[in-house]
């Protein structure tokens, strides 16, 4: 690690940031404009560069999500624009992502509806990681479409800003996947949440009525309208929810309602199959 980065590794470290060395790693690199694998061959940073260093280890300080520092967010392979406004794509999501690939795979019918689609992150990954993919996706919030429209200008998607409940009639019953991230915090537990987040994820991204369900609920009634026979739904949901998110789905009718963990095995998601008349 370049002196620079070491040196603000200590500072962000007596500052309470959970990953010093990574975020300082990730800031010195953003200032410089070179990748982090070459900060080993920098010896020395312009006044220029440390005052500016010196900033964004103040804001770091301070709260501020270091992707709104450096503006980008990381999610598998992908390299998304955020920002003040939009929900910071997290590691948990990868996984379902990851199931829904090797689901695609399976399929020679590939139509895939993304719900509460934030930055994009999820769609722009089944865009690039699979091919034959017929791919549309919704975001309410005006501020967070304008970085969904960003992340996946040119990559074939429908995107459209609206509400998740009323979104794409036209394609009913021809879905043959539909993936979501919802809002699933209960609104009781604002009070209780760590500033960095509620001062910096929207609320729109993060709460969902008095249980956290609210949203769930909807995707069920969406996912029963938009899925074909035998298609699959996937949603993410709170890691205290996992029965009572696989039961908004059994009272929706869908079967094979399964419970999946995330990489650091707490439950984050489940997946449903659109129930085939007469099995
Ligand atoms: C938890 S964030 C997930 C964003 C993105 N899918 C991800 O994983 O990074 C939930 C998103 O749902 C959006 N949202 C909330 N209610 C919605 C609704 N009724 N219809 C469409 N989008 C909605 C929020 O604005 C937010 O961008």
């Known amino acids: 690690m370049s002196e620079a980065a070491f040196r603000l590794a200590g500072e962000l470290?007596?500052?309470g940031c959970p990953s010093p060395g990574p975020e300082a790693r990730t800031i010195v690199a953003h200032v410089l404009g070179i990748d982090q694998s070459r900060l080993v061959l920098i010896d020395r940073v312009t006044a220029q560069q440390q005052t500016r260093i010196d900033e964004l280890a103040a804001r770091r300080v301070a709260g501020e999500p270091v992707q709104h520092l450096t503006g980008v967010a990381?999610?598998?392979?992908e390299t998304l624009k955020v920002g003040p406004g939009v929900f910071i794509p997290r590691p948990e999501t990868e996984i379902m992502v990851g199931w829904a690939l090797d689901r695609l795979g399976e399929r020679t019918s590939r139509r895939v509806v993304e719900l509460c689609a934030g930055s994009g992150a999820i769609s722009a990954a089944i865009a690039s990681e699979i091919g034959g993919v017929d791919l549309h996706a919704v975001e309410?919030?005006?501020?967070?479409f304008g970085y969904l429209s960003a992340n996946l200008a040119g990559r074939g998607v429908e995107l459209v800003l609206g509400d998740m409940a009323e979104a794409f009639p036209d394609?009913?019953?021809?879905?043959d996947l539909l993936i979501v991230n919802p809002p699933y915090v209960p609104e009781t537990l604002r009070p209780f949440l760590p500033s960095d987040v509620v001062d910096h994820d929207p609320g729109l991204?993060?709460?969902?009525?008095?249980?956290?369900l609210e949203a769930i609920r909807v995707v069920a009634r969406v996912a029963s309208r938009l899925l074909r026979p035998g298609a699959l739904v996937a949603t993410e949901h709170d890691d205290s929810h996992q029965p009572a998110a696989m039961e908004v789905f059994r009272e929706a009718g869908f079967v094979?309602?399964?419970p999946h963990a995330d990489l650091t095995g707490r439950p984050r998601?489940?997946?449903?199959?659109q129930p085939i008349a007469g099995r």
């Open 13 to 15: 470290a007596n500052g």
């Open 74 to 77: 990381y999610f598998r392979h």
């Open 140 to 144: 309410v919030d005006p501020v967070a």
């Open 171 to 175: 394609l009913d019953g021809t879905v």
């Open 205 to 212: 991204a993060l709460f969902s009525g008095v249980d956290g």
């Open 256 to 258: 094979d309602v399964t």
């Open 269 to 273: 998601f489940v997946t449903a199959a």
